[in-house]
């Protein structure tokens, strides 16, 4: 398949992704049709196959060798190594929407760092017991403890 071809299919693949989370988001969080949906919008993404680091950098407007490089510094997943490298597409769609966000927000420069932070910290906030933490914050429940 060409690398035309390819990307335009993973386009189209992001583009059905994003509705479906766009959706889902309009939904309270405890809406189990919320749940469904961003399961699906997953379940569709896990399907994807693997993809060329050079599909990739089309996704993300960026040479195939700066794709090489954010997969080998973690930024993207390697999904396969041989008999060639291809890129996890669900991180490929996470990465992208902050690639986007960023070009919007005028950042152009420094993207690796501070793309790689923004994951860091969406890490830190998929964290079950930090969600918990902060939901028992947000009641008033805990005490204040304070070094002395």
Do not use: C, Y
């Amino acid at each position: 398949m060409s690398i035309v071809t390819e990307t335009q299919q993973l386009r189209d693949l992001f583009a059905e992704i994003e509705v479906i989370e766009e959706v889902a988001e309009t939904l309270p969080r405890n809406d189990d049709r919320r749940l469904r949906l961003l399961s699906l919008a997953e379940k569709r993404l896990a399907g994807a196959l693997p993809v060329r680091p050079a599909v990739a950098g089309e996704l993300l407007e960026l040479t195939e060798k700066t794709v090489r490089a954010w997969a080998s510094e973690g930024v993207l997943t390697i999904a396969q190594v041989d008999p060639t490298l291809r890129i996890d597409v669900r991180r490929l769609h996470q990465v992208r929407l902050l690639v986007e966000d960023l070009r919007q927000a005028g950042r152009s420069r420094g993207l690796l760092d501070e793309v790689h932070r923004r994951l860091s910290d969406q890490a830190l906030l998929d964290r079950l017991d930090l969600a918990e933490s902060l939901e028992q914050m947000n009641r008033g429940e805990g005490r204040v403890v304070r070094r002395v």
